[in-house]
């Protein structure tokens, strides 16, 4: 028992506890779609300045995550989205090949916008559905709920994304700071304050993200920035390190 404290890393933990704090979140919002509907008003139109309700909460909670997406931080959040920073980029002792360097962040590349364009299929499926009155507004915030816990559940325990990635980890994601955008495209559907606001900031973090990629390619690189190494991993995130811990 004691060997197994020592192997769980104290990110990997918190990580957890995040995900049950999200789960909490998920349930709450749940019972709140079953038993105050009308505080989903808040997500339509204008609404949002109207009056305040639990759902201003969970804005705040969700722009406060993203804010901390722009700025270098060490409370403790995985290197895999930290890896855009200078601040934490280790290059690697030896030249560069760039020609390969080059090479990967194209494979990469290709594979990540493969994942794009599934979920911009999955979005206007959900927004068609919304827009002929089978999904309801409140309905699209839970939708945008649920892919919040999944977030963590990709990270922490199965990343269906990956087997389209081909990436041994979170650590070394092309597409790691894309989760935000991936969650609440989906509520462009929604054409209010709340859905625009979230999706203009994810936007931007999605855009940050995508150009620091192609202006500083070396640092989403393991072959290049000694961070993103198994070797140097204090996360110890992956499902690759769940499974060890299972023996």
Known sequence: MKHTEQRTSKTRRIYFLRLIGRSIVLLLACLLYIFDKESFTAAEGLHFFREFSPLHL?????MWDMVLQLIP????????????????????????????????IMDTTASAYKVMVLWILLTV???????????????????????????LICVLIFCPFRLIMKNKCCTTCRIFNWDHLMMFLPLVAVNSFFSWSLVLF??????????????????????SNM????????DKLCTQYCRKLRK
């Open 58 to 62: 969970l804005w705040m909670l969700w």
């Open 202 to 223: 994810s936007f931007l973090i999605w855009l940050v993200w995508e150009v620091c990629v192609f202006t500083y390619p070396e640092r989403f690189w393991e072959n």
């Open 73 to 104: 931080v060490k409370a403790h959040i995985s290197i895999g989205s930290q890896k855009v920073f200078e601040s934490l980029f280790r290059p690697i002792k030896e030249k560069i090949n760039y020609k390969n360097l080059k090479q990967y």
């Open 125 to 151: 499926a959900l927004s068609l559905l919304h827009i002929n009155g089978v999904i309801d507004t409140g309905m699209m915030v839970l939708i945008a709920t649920f892919f919040y816990v999944c977030d």
């Open 227 to 234: 961070a993103l190494r198994c070797s140097a991993c204090t």
